[in-house]
């Protein structure tokens, strides 16, 4: 097996030929990723690897590409793949192939290099590194024919990085374990869903009692956490003391609802990270001088109930009562749903938490956009959480005959609606970071040959600061009144959540930043565009957060969301790196 110390202590030559393979049949990579020694860690050669490409541009990258072969190719039935491919190609049961999905595979190779004029790259070992079966070969093939030629360029570049770090792992017998334990978590607890093929677990359905209950039992049995319990919002809460039991604790966590068809790793990824760290503690005998809390917060997206945040809202004293009425889609009301699921509304109150008890927030999440996986990056030190608000708004107009109603005589509910959505987005598009979004449009019981009565429609807006934000709302709630007045229509706006701006505490960033320092990986600061629990938290006591990286351009609440189980091992060592600075 490789080591680091013989690659640092190797002549370029020597180095060269210890990494040869690792790109294929592009030796220079290495040879100039020499220059760049000494490596403290693999991640730090991962990348330094990267970086030489970075700065290679796009002929080098083309050529790299070209390099490779056509999966399930001519190389692989002529067997003259290098000993890398052809074993990745075995294992991904590409030699196996039916005749069917054989000549499937040869057509969309055909109609991919037609369309892009480069062999579609795909790192088949996929992101657990376990190997992706061909259905999921054929269609991330069939997904990606559809890319625009620059976004697909950098997605095989980003492929061939994650082919090098998996021949990489076996060079060095890498197995990054705590990576693989969260992943697998991650999986198992996505087996819970109230939709048959989507991931989609909403406040105290069934499959969110059952992933609470999991979440439970991993923290008892797997982790032996000391304390471990169900609150009375279905917070699922852990304890790990401290060499004093009543030392102050530092407080972690995130979410484990999910939006209807929405990914695995999204909240449930700041749960089962600490976890493992605390696991590892245990299992090393290790008691640290403070206590953590890590909560698996029942509720964050807003799904089932207009509110949102329940669970973290809880533990800041913000549980505002006059929700227990809400009901959603099925008439259930709030207070319904936690009576039925064995939750005791009258201890809602005492989850508030004593900020002088505990040292500060952090949480874990993952990235949710494109910024670091375009930039090649596993981590990034987030500075400040957006503040948003969100409203729910309907327009009233008149029903009428869509053949009869002469178009100067309508009083058209859902153009009314479609007029203040364009101002929406060129409202939002003036300022940079503000952002602006109608994401529900409904005519109820609409009919195509109706005029519009009736629109519903969601908003919402986020920005780096409170002010932006507000005045952004004010302009749409004048132009929305102006448009409603012209057009002979009323308007009810109804604001069902409002959000500061959170800005991390310096200290804590200061931690995430040298807890990433300590992997060998670059920090690169971000503030985050999308909600988090920590804003909640954000205002009883200091928090910062970590992002990991996304695959997939990022896409979140959606089921192609993904992560590598290498990138949520390094997730772990932060988190580790982090409590080591608290010693
Ligand atoms: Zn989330």
Known sequence: MLTLEELNAASQQQFTALLDGTYEHSPWIAEKAWH????????????????????????????????????????????????????????AGLTDCTPQEFEK??????????????????????????????RQIIDTFERRLANHPDFELAEAMRNIHRIAEIR???????????????????EALAEYSEAEDALTVTYLSDAHRACAARLAEWMREGCSFDEVRIDAVGNVVGVYHGTDPTAKRLLTGSHYDTVRNGGKYDGRLGILVPMACVRQLQRAGKRLPFGIEVVGFAEEE???????????GALVGQFDTGWLDQVDAQGISMRQAMQAAGLRIEDIAALQRDPAQYLGFVEVHIEQGPVLDALDLPLGVVTSINGSVRLMGEVVGQASHA?????????????????????????????????????????PNGSINVVPGRCRFSL????????????????????????????????KLEETMRAAAAPSAPEWQRRWEQSVQALGLPVFRMPSGAGHDAMKLHE??????????????????????????DDAELCVQAFDNLLSQLQ
């Open 168 to 186: 990489l792992n076996d060079k060095f017998g890498f197995t990054p374990k705590m990576g693989n334990l969260v992943w697998d978590w991650a």
């Open 105 to 134: 595979l040869q057509r969309l190779n055909a109609d991919y290099n037609a369309k892009f004029g480069w062999p579609f790259i795909l790192a088949v070992r996929g992101p657990r590194g376990a190997g992706l079966n061909r």
């Open 36 to 91: 760049r020694r000494p490596f403290a860690s693999l991640a730090h050669l991962k990348r330094a690897l990267v970086e030489v490409l970075h700065e290679a541009g796009r002929e080098a990258h083309l050529a790299l590409i070209r390099a490779h072969p056509e999966l399930a190719g001519k190389a692989m039935v002529a067997k003259s793949l290098t000993a890398e491919s052809t074993n990745e190609q075995g294992k």
């Open 403 to 443: 053949g009869t109603t002469p178009m100067g005589q309508r009083r058209d509910a859902a153009a009314a609606v479609a007029e203040l959505v364009l101002y929406v987005e060129q409202r939002a598009a003036q300022v940079p970071d503000l952002v602006g979004t109608v994401g529900m449009l409904d005519v």
């Open 460 to 491: 919402d807006i986020r920005a780096t600061t409170n002010e932006v934000r507000d005045a952004c709302l004010a302009d749409v709630r004048a132009e929305a009144q102006r448009i409603c007045e012209r057009r002979g229509v009323s308007l």
């Open 302 to 312: 807003g799904q089932r109930y207009k509110a949102t945040f329940l669970g973290s």
């Open 540 to 565: 009883a006591m200091p928090q910062a957060m970590l992002f990991l990286r996304g695959g997939n351009a990022g896409i979140s609440h959606n089921p192609l969301e993904t992560i590598t189980n």
